[in-house]
């Protein structure tokens, strides 16, 4: 008894070590490590877990069935857990991307009524580029969906980020989606 509460104490300081993306971060008993990627399409890089894979448009094709997917999807190998990136060419002045963010959540809530926002979050980039996001539930193939979207203005574009998992895992993975948009940058390719 007195062996394994003194093994899950030990388990849980070791834990405490990766609490971020530059030393990784521990989801369920998988310590999931992260790499900068150039995702030259969309003249960004962006830091995201090292084991997450472009998805292969049969996958999208099922998971994203609209002509409104991602143009950049990086998933998990599960398929469960999902990046997605868009370039917006509109070049937005501040405090514009609360408006941009709000028209497209109607657009979300016309297509689905179902769907209810949290509340939107300012923030910045590391880079210092102003940040918009909200969360919402969604339903899918999955089942039900915990989605983050997400605006950052550039200088000469926006960049519009989604991310998503199961419901049931947004405590895991709500404060890593927000480190990896954070981690955005544009890149002159």
Avoid at 67 to 72: D, F, L, Y
Avoid at 133 to 155: L, P
Avoid at 159 to 166: E, R, S, T, V, Y
Wanted: charged share 30%; net charge negative.
């Amino acid at each position: 008894m007195y062996d394994e509460q003194l093994l899950i104490a030990k388990k849980a300081l070791e834990r405490q070590k990766y609490t971020n993306l530059k030393t990784g971060i521990y989801v369920d008993d998988e310590l999931i490590e992260f790499d900068k990627r150039l995702l030259k399409e969309l003249k960004i890089s962006i830091i995201v877990p090292e084991s997450f894979v472009s998805m292969p448009d049969k996958i999208k094709n099922i998971k994203y069935p609209s002509q409104n997917a991602p143009a950049v999807l990086l998933m998990n190998l599960d398929t469960i857990v999902n990046f997605g990136f868009n370039l917006l060419p509109n070049s937005l002045m501040d405090g514009e991307l609360e408006i941009l963010s709000q028209k497209y959540q109607l657009a979300i809530k016309n297509i689905n009524p179902s769907i209810l926002f949290d509340e939107s979050v300012e923030g910045k980039t590391e880079e210092g580029n102003e940040m918009r996001w909200s969360d919402f539930k969604s339903y899918s193939i999955d089942g039900q969906s915990y989605n983050r979207m997400v605006f950052v203005r550039m200088r000469h574009f926006v960049i519009q980020g989604i991310f998503n998992c199961p419901d049931q895992d947004k405590m895991k993975w709500s404060t890593i989606a927000e480190q990896v948009f954070k981690t955005m940058k544009e890149e002159v390719v």
